[in-house]
C-alpha cells in the first residue's frame, strides 16, 4: 500500500534562517507531487506541484522554492524565511491511476520567530 | 480560475444535531468535487466525493450532491457526533486527469460538536 511521509512534524525557526521540509512517498512510481501551505483563516494554498524529477511548477510568487530530486522525493526549501512563512505545510500526491484523490501526509508545522 | 466558497465557520453544535456546510464552486467545464476533512494535528483526508451532475457522495453518515444548476455541494449529515469535531474543506478538481492535475480548497469550516 501507498504512504507518504513528511518530516519534520515541528519546527521553530528565527527569521532569515534557512529551512527544508522533506516529504516522501512509498509504494507508489510517478506519482504527482504537491506543497500546500495552510495558514489561519485563509484555508489551503497550493504553493508547488511537480509531474516528474526535476519538473516544478510553482503557483505563487514567494519566499520559498520547491525540488524533486528523486521520484518519490519532494523537498521545500527556503533560503532566508519570513515571519510570514509560519503556517502547517501539508505534502500530498496523487497517483495516475486512482480516481481524483489527493493523500496527503501528516503535515509539518513551522513557526518563524 | 477555479474558486469555492464555504461559509464561514465556526460551526457549533450539540450532539445529534442537524449539519449542514454550504459549498459553492465557480469553475469551467466539468470538475469533480470533493470534502476533505482534518482531525486535530492531523493533515487532510478524504470524506467523500461525486465526478458528475446529480452524483451523491456519501460516508460515514455524511452526504453531499453535486449540483450543477446551482454550482452547489452542501455537506450535510443528520445527527453529529462528538468524534466529528474537525475542520472541514470542499474542493474541486479542475482537470480530469492528466499531468497538470490540482485541487483547489475552499477556506475550511472548523466544526465543534459538543456532548
Known amino acids: 500500500s501507498q504512504t507518504i511521509h513528511q518530516w519534520p512534524a515541528t519546527l521553530v525557526q528565527p527569521v532569515g534562517s534557512p529551512l527544508s521540509l522533506e516529504c516522501t512517498v512509498e509504494?507508489?512510481?510517478?506519482?504527482?507531487l504537491y506543497w500546500y501551505r495552510q495558514a489561519a483563516g485563509r484555508g489551503l494554498q497550493l504553493l508547488f506541484y511537480?509531474?516528474?524529477?526535476?519538473?516544478i511548477s510553482s503557483e505563487v510568487p514567494q519566499n520559498l522554492s520547491a525540488s524533486r530530486p528523486q521520484d518519490r522525493q519532494f523537498i521545500l526549501s527556503s533560503k532566508k524565511l519570513l515571519l510570514s512563512d509560519s503556517g502547517f505545510y501539508l505534502c500530498?500526491?496523487?497517483?495516475?491511476?486512482?480516481?481524483?484523490?489527493?493523500?496527503f501526509g501528516e503535515g509539518s508545522r513551522l513557526t518563524v520567530l | 480560475g477555479d474558486s469555492v466558497t464555504q461559509m464561514e465557520g465556526p460551526v457549533t453544535l450539540s450532539e445529534e444535531a442537524f449539519l449542514t456546510i454550504n459549498c459553492t464552486y465557480t469553475?469551467?467545464?466539468?470538475?469533480?468535487l470533493f470534502w476533505y476533512v482534518q482531525y486535530p494535528g492531523e493533515g487532510l483526508q478524504l470524506l467523500l466525493k461525486?465526478?458528475?451532475?446529480?452524483d451523491k457522495g456519501s460516508n460515514k453518515g455524511f452526504e453531499a450532491t453535486y449540483r450543477k444548476e446551482t454550482t452547489s455541494f452542501h455537506l450535510e449529515k443528520g445527527s453529529v457526533q462528538v468524534s466529528d469535531s474537525a475542520v472541514y474543506f470542499c474542493?474541486?478538481?479542475?482537470?480530469?486527469?492528466?499531468?497538470?492535475?490540482?485541487?483547489?480548497f475552499g477556506k475550511g469550516t472548523l466544526l465543534t460538536v459538543n456532548p
Open positions: 500530498a500526491w496523487w497517483g495516475r491511476l486512482n480516481t481524483g484523490e489527493l493523500f
Open positions: 509504494g507508489t512510481s510517478n506519482p504527482n
Open positions: 511537480s509531474v516528474g524529477i526535476g519538473q
Open positions: 469553475a469551467t467545464g466539468y470538475p469533480s
Open positions: 461525486a465526478t458528475k451532475a446529480d
Open positions: 474542493a474541486l478538481s479542475g482537470v480530469r486527469g492528466g499531468s497538470n492535475y490540482k485541487l483547489t
